[in-house]
């Protein structure tokens, strides 16, 4: 299985590049669940903190300013830790 890859702030050029701010909103309060990505998404954490952990992989801690790719076929549990906003887009 694929892995969550990640970027701590990247360059804003980039996030411009990508279109971000043009990206649907989601937010999500503290709370845990499971989840199956069943297309490849990339995010953009505006504000909180989280732990993804896949069902066959380690644990990853994301949070505001990282830009985060997780690939179609991931089963997961989110481990939200503080209230998640994030833009994203499926590809």
């Known amino acids: 299985m ?3 890859l990640y970027e ?4 804003s050029g980039k996030l411009e590049i ?4 043009d990206w649907p909103t989601w937010e999500k309060e503290v709370s845990t669940f499971p989840w199956k990505y069943e297309r490849q998404e ?5 504000a909180g903190r989280v732990i993804v952990t896949p069902d066959d992989g ?3 801690e994301l949070g505001e300013g990282d830009l985060v790719t997780f690939p179609a076929g ?4 989110w481990d939200i830790r ?3 906003e994030k833009h994203y887009i499926f590809e």
């Open 2 to 4: 694929d892995k969550i």
């Open 8 to 11: 701590h702030n990247p360059a």
């Open 18 to 21: 990508l279109g971000v701010d």
């Open 42 to 46: 990339t995010c953009y954490i505006v």
């Open 58 to 60: 380690e644990p990853v």
């Open 74 to 77: 991931m089963s997961c549990t």
């Open 82 to 84: 503080e209230a998640i």
